[in-house]
């Protein structure tokens, strides 16, 4: 697959924790995405003001800047810690936040960060809430259970779960602008309407 210079990837972290794993893991992802030739931004959430989300006051605090920042991007990683078998509430604040206008038609990477055992359920809840949204869901999706154990240093060792990290990040730059399915062998075989 061709690679693009010109991708903007954007990592939305949904870990408020000094230290956090999940932060980590985003910045290995965009490394990797870098080195495929993106331009990367990681938005901490815990940095940007955003109070619980209100219709009358959509624009309340950073929200401008966080819709500003995800629509411009080719592709978008939600990166959360597992909070009682569900993604944070930092990013259901920032989800809320934006709409089809910031998703519609962009291609998203899921990364779940639990000290637990296998995160499954946090992965298909933002999988679900990426495709209420309209956007392009990666299959290619990573669980850190047991991340304690995962990482040292703040840095990850386990080089299984670092190798799917850093799929994670260059599968989004290669998906990156995705604007339709592809064509199936039977739509190429089809005769052409006159």
């Known amino acids: 697959m061709e690679l693009a210079d010109d991708k903007y990837i954007v990592a939305l972290c949904g ?8 932060r980590s893991a985003l910045e290995r992802a965009l490394e990797a995405a870098e080195r495929d030739g993106a331009t990367t931004d990681l938005v901490d959430l815990a940095a940007l003001d ?3 989300f209100d219709p009358d006051r ?10 500003r920042r995800v629509r411009a991007a080719d592709g978008v990683v939600l990166g959360s810690p597992v909070y009682h078998g569900s993604y944070s509430s930092v990013v259901k604040t920032a989800l809320d936040y934006c709409g089809f206008e910031e998703f519609e038609n962009t291609t998203v990477g899921l990364l779940v960060v639990a000290g637990g055992g296998f995160p499954t359920p946090a992965l298909e809840h933002l999988r679900s809430v990426a495709r209420a949204l309209d956007a392009w869901v990666l299959p290619h999706q990573v669980a850190l259970p047991d991340a304690h154990g995962a990482f040292e240093g703040g840095r990850l060792t386990d080089d299984e ?4 990290v850093e799929t994670l990040g260059t599968s989004l730059v290669a998906y990156a602008g995705v604007e339709s399915y592809p064509e199936t ?3 190429r075989a089809a005769p052409a309407a006159d």
């Open 50 to 52: 955003l109070p619980v």
């Open 185 to 187: 062998a039977t739509e």
């Open 58 to 67: 959509s624009d309340a605090g950073d929200a401008a800047e966080l819709r």
């Open 15 to 22: 870990s408020q924790r000094d230290g956090s794993h999940t």
């Open 161 to 164: 779960l670092a190798d799917r």
